[in-house]
């Protein structure tokens, strides 16, 4: 069975900082990208950030492009999300997803697997 568990979400002051993790387990991860979407109170969800588990590529919305950055460590199958800087944008539901193409990583429809998600709230 796919699973993607996202953890570390929480309550943080603007200017604040928050480390997202995603374990990643029943598929093979090196074949995956890993890629992190978020949706915020009525709006759609936007691909944020993706990581290729093979090449260590990254890849960057403009949205958060300085101030996050995704890492992963394959020996645990597990990508990190370090989000800086943080503001009351930045608020939302944060989710890992896993992408046999990594092409179009920011486009939803193309996710293979996703992760129930973690609450990132920031407070002014």
């Known amino acids: 069975e796919v699973q993607l568990v996202e953890s570390g979400g929480g309550l943080v002051q603007a200017g604040g900082s928050l480390r997202l993790s995603c374990a990643a387990s029943g598929f093979t991860f090196d074949d995956y990208a890993i890629a992190w979407f978020r949706q915020a109170p009525g709006k759609e969800r936007e691909g944020i950030s993706c990581?290729?588990?093979?090449?260590?590529?990254?890849y960057y919305a403009d949205s958060v492009k300085g101030r996050f950055t995704i890492s992963a460590d394959n020996a645990k199958n597990t990508v990190y999300l370090q989000m800086n800087s943080l503001n009351r944008e930045d608020t939302a539901v944060y989710y890992c997803?896993?992408?046999?193409?990594?092409?179009?990583?920011?486009?939803?429809?193309?996710?293979?697997?996703w992760g129930k998600g973690t609450l990132v709230t920031v407070s002014s």
């Open positions: 990581i290729s588990t093979s090449d260590g590529s990254t």
């Open positions: 997803t896993a992408n046999w193409i990594i092409d179009h990583w920011s486009d939803p429809d193309g996710v293979d697997y």
